[in-house]
């Protein structure tokens, strides 16, 4: 069974910095894209940033500048660097993997649980 595993997150100061780690376990075959998105109270999911295996990169116009993805492909996972973190960015953040189980599988989408990211002083 494919799981994501989310960690990282915390309670942090306005202007500090997180890193959020996100890797996939079970068997995959291979992987398309990875990505973080977070939900705030009242708000609808939103994509923070993605990465394709290709390493092409997609940011929210929000965090451009503040927040870096990354990926190891040869661990299958993928961080996000948060800096100069501002209380608008508290929310729950979540990784999202684009995943395909078996050789002739389409790819799926996968949901990590989620993890709690507080900016407050």
């Known amino acids: 069974q494919v799981q994501l595993v989310e960690s990282g997150g915390g309670l942090v100061q306005p202007g500090g910095s997180l890193r959020l780690s996100c890797g996939v376990s079970?068997?995959?075959?291979?992987?398309?894209?990875m990505g973080w998105y977070r939900q705030a109270p009242g708000k609808e999911r939103e994509l923070v940033a993605r990465?394709?295996?290709?390493?092409?990169?997609t940011y929210a116009d929000s965090v451009k500048g503040r927040f870096t993805i990354s990926r190891d492909k040869t661990k299958n996972a993928v961080y996000l660097q948060m800096n100069s973190l501002k209380p608008e960015d508290t929310a729950v953040y979540y990784c999202?993997?684009?995943?395909?189980?078996?050789?002739?599988?389409?790819?799926?989408?996968?949901w990590g649980q989620g993890t709690q990211v507080t900016v407050s002083s």
């Open positions: 990465v394709t295996w290709g390493g092409a990169t």
């Open positions: 999202n993997a684009e995943l395909r189980r078996y050789i002739n599988a389409p790819f799926s989408t996968f």
């Open positions: 079970g068997g995959i075959f291979s992987t398309n894209a």
